[in-house]
């Protein structure tokens, strides 16, 4: 394995696999509904994620946040977001109650919270500038995009299975609220992180 990618990949695990709102959601969801209900968000997730990324790739991000005004519409659409999602983090059905048929996240939540998940668009756009693969530019972002997409998906599926492996550790329902709760906490956490950065 070349440094460059090496770098690549250990920086995207650093900096992606970090928790953060989407990665937080997809263990919440994974504790709450387990694996298979919650595939669905989790392919959301990984193809909001990946159009951040396309659009870093290609330069959107730069000339988004060239114009001010755009970029504090999106940055309030996505606070929004977030903390309604916390919200229903915080208030879902606790692990003991799984399989009451309540709603799973499905794919449209998961992509919007991918697209408008700022700590994605600060972690990619580092990681993206972090390595070069290749002297041509175009093999480069070809190349960065390849490696990134597939930590993406990654990264987000050991964040559901680790929230799933917590659902036999919370039939107590008052613990299992705790953890509910603190999930949501962290969540608006790491989104203020990351918009603070």
């Known amino acids: 394995m070349s440094g460059p990618l090496l770098a690549l990949l250990l920086s995207s695990l650093a900096i992606m696999g970090s928790p953060g709102p989407a990665t937080i959601s997809l263990t919440a969801a ?8 919650s595939l669905g968000y989790l392919a959301g997730i990984v193809l909001g994620t990946t159009i951040v990324l396309l659009a870093v790739a290609s330069g959107v991000t730069a000339m988004l946040l060239a114009v001010p005004a755009v970029g504090s519409a999106l940055i309030a659409a996505s606070v929004c977001y977030i903390l309604w999602l916390a919200f229903h983090i915080a208030t879902a059905p606790v692990a003991v109650a799984r399989d009451d048929g309540g709603p799973a996240p499905g794919l449209r939540g998961g992509t919007l919270l991918g697209v408008a998940n700022p ?15 290749a002297s041509s530019a175009a093999l480069d972002v070809g190349a960065k995009v390849a490696v990134l997409t597939a930590m993406i998906v990654l990264i987000n599926t050991a964040w559901l299975l680790a929230g799933a492996s ?9 613990r299992a609220r705790v953890v509910n709760i603190a999930l949501a906490v962290v969540l608006v956490a790491a989104a203020v992180a990351a918009l603070l950065d």
């Not at 990619?124 to 972090?130: D, N």
């Not at 917590?166 to 008052?174: A, E, G, I, K, Q």
């Open 30 to 37: 994974g504790s709450v509904h387990g694996v298979r209900r």
């Open 119 to 133: 700590k994605a668009w600060v972690a990619i756009a580092a990681v993206f500038a972090s390595a070069h693969l």
């Open 166 to 174: 917590l659902t036999s550790v919370l039939r107590d329902p008052c």
